[in-house]
């Protein structure tokens, strides 16, 4: 299998379930040992890319490649971690046997069980709590142990979906920390998370994806070009706020405006422009553009 | 460990570990323990003249009554069965389990062989388990054993593992309580069907006899059921049957023939063909 393949490759991968498209032809690259952040609002399709991809599910059209092969790959997936959505696991055994059985499904040689396991549970934090039962777990551990789970064996791959949906602020940074461990190692993971200032912080490539096809791709600094300007304002007219429309887009909020993607060479006529209408500037505050107001601006865009 | 052993043992594992084998074994020793002292009283029990039953007698009564007691331990076995195949897998695909096992390199066929090894070892447990104590309990109280013991437990466990494969089938594409109480009714359905079967066979009407025949091809639990019958019948019951004419088959508690080896193939082809199908079913579907 070539090493020098992508992580993953799709070509107008496209899923339907009934009437409902869920994926309209999905086209994207992820090179290995990269961070991939996959964004979307909800029901854009980011669950069911993953299923694919792990050939959970089939696809009504298209084509995709994981680690070189085709999706469903039987062997690929000894090289694949995968953190759900919907993490549960094996309430009734401990959390040191369930990690067992998934060592002993990849599978792992039994020589390196003790220690992979012992490794995962130190890593996700669990190992005082590795011969209770995972029922007795709180949501948190439970998804400390799925990506534990997804650990396993120094996989190649390793898909997290929403992986700090039941985490506090600490478990949020540790995932942080286990993701860039990962990328570290050359692992290349493919993150799908709503949590964009998390995405931002670890991801090295992002893809946003709404209605079920990418929107916008690239890495942080060739999506992240603007600035946006929040601006106090007062004396001016619906009909002239109206007309700042050429400066970019708006969000109105009160007495403040948010230019989502303006030059900050144009600040400067920007204020001018509203002096001229009979406005009066009380603050002008400019700042880069986060993966939020990126990610807002294209679903924007999209709406409009 | 292959994949299709490692799901078998956490499907026992399961099962014990939720202490459905313990409610079993409890049961099972306290219904043993009723039923000894009860079969007990049959050779102590005294006519309106003061005198005891005959040998004869306390085995025609002894065998007629182990039929309704291994008819209770039957239902027992079904329901189980029902109860616990029908959320074997729709349960873990609902609940979100079955990703994280199906990411890994493991086929679905294989999780679903699995699952009915492990469940259907179970079965065979608890069939053989509970019917030998019972045997052993009867044996104890009466001297009575039944003709054929081995069948007899061979039987009862098949129509456990017969609810146990509808019930998977069924977990493969419907919720739990959907699978299980399907599975139940068509069990009932069947043994209905069974006597409507027999009824024809009485009443010589082909047409009605079908009825009987199609429901033992479609679901054997009640085709099995009747080989269960006659591994318990003492050659007593059987000459009074057999010269009974046609009628004397009519009843839901007796059965004149043991079921024909060619329907005892097409059972093992039912096995076979009710697997296939479960595989196919969650091969297609989607998680």
Redesign the interface.
């Known amino acids: 299998m070539a090493a020098g393949t992508p992580a993953i490759h799709t070509v107008e991968l496209s899923k339907r379930?009934g009437k409902t498209v869920a994926l309209a032809g999905l086209s994207m690259t992820v090179p290995r040992g990269e961070v991939f952040g996959f964004l979307g609002p909800n029901g854009a399709g980011k669950t069911t890319s993953v299923?694919l991809l792990?050939g959970?599910?089939?696809p009504s059209s298209g084509e995709a490649w994981v680690l070189g092969r085709p999706v469903g790959d039987?062997?690929t997936?000894?090289r694949?971690g995968?953190?759900?959505?919907?993490?549960?696991?094996?309430h009734?055994?401990t959390a040191h046997e369930v990690l067992t059985?998934?060592c002993?499904?990849?599978?792992l040689p039994r020589s390196s069980w003790k220690d992979e396991v012992t490794s995962a549970l130190e890593t996700v934090g669990l190992t005082d709590r590795a011969n209770d039962r995972v029922g007795t777990y709180s949501k948190g551990m439970q998804q400390r142990l799925?990506l534990a789970?997804a650990l396993l064996g120094e996989p190649d791959l390793v898909?997290l979906d929403e992986p700090t949906s039941a985490l506090d602020p600490v478990g949020r940074h540790d995932v942080r920390e286990i993701i860039r461990g990962l990328a570290a190692r050359g692992t290349a993971v493919f993150l799908n998370s709503h949590l964009l200032s998390e995405v931002e912080q670890v991801c090295d490539r992002v893809a946003v994806v709404d209605h079920g096809r990418v929107i916008a791709s690239g890495t942080m600094d060739q999506l992240l070009t603007g600035t946006v300007v929040r601006v106090r304002v007062s004396g001016l007219t619906p009909a002239s706020r109206g007309t700042l429309a050429t400066f970019g887009q708006i969000d109105e909020e009160g007495d403040q405006l948010t230019f989502t993607n303006l030059n900050a060479d144009r600040v400067p006529d920007l204020v001018a422009a509203i002096v001229a209408m009979g406005g009066r500037v009380h603050e002008v505050v400019p700042r880069h553009q986060t993966l939020e107001d990126r990610f807002l601006q294209l679903l924007e865009e999209e709406e409009s | 460990m292959p994949p299709v052993m490692v799901i078998a043992r956490l499907t026992v594992q399961e099962a014990s570990r939720r202490r459905l084998l313990l409610a079993l074994v409890i049961l099972t020793l306290i219904v043993v323990g009723f039923s000894a002292w009860g079969f007990n009283k049959i050779t102590t029990i005294r006519r309106a003249d003061g005198s005891l039953p005959s040998a004869e007698e306390v085995k025609v009564v002894t065998s007629q009554l182990l039929i309704a007691v291994t008819f209770m331990y039957s239902g027992v076995l079904a329901l189980s069965a029902a109860v616990v195949a029908g959320p074997l897998i729709s349960s873990e695909v609902e609940s979100g389990l079955m990703l994280s096992m199906l990411a890994r390199p493991i086929r679905r066929s294989e999780v679903v062989i699995g699952k009915w090894l492990g469940l259907g070892v179970l079965v065979a447990i608890y069939a053989a388990g509970s019917a030998l104590l019972e045997l052993a309990a009867v044996d104890w109280a009466t001297g009575y054993v039944p003709p054929h013991p081995i069948q007899l437990i061979l039987y009862v466990g098949s129509e456990g593992l017969v609810l146990l494969s509808l019930g998977l089938l069924l977990s493969t594409r419907l919720s739990g309580i959907t699978g299980g109480v399907i599975a139940l009714v068509a069990w009932l359905m069947a043994w209905i069907a069974g006597i409507v079967g027999n009824i024809g066979t009485g009443l010589q009407n082909q047409a009605v006899e079908n009825v009987g025949t199609i429901s033992h091809l479609l679901l054997p639990s009640d085709g099995l059921w009747r080989g269960a019958i006659y591994a318990m019948e003492p050659d007593a019951i059987l000459t009074t049957l057999r010269t009974g004419g046609t009628f004397a088959r009519a009843s839901p508690f007796s059965a004149v023939d043991p079921p024909p080896v060619p329907y005892l193939a097409w059972v093992v082809v039912w096995f076979g063909l009710m697997l296939a199908l479960s595989v196919w079913s969650f091969r297609t579907r989607e998680i």
Request: hydrophobic share 55%; net charge positive; proline share 6%.
């Open positions: 379930f299923k792990l959970l599910i089939a039987l062997g997936r000894r694949i995968y953190l759900p959505e919907l993490f549960r696991y094996q009734w055994l059985v998934h002993e499904l990849a599978p799925g789970v898909f």
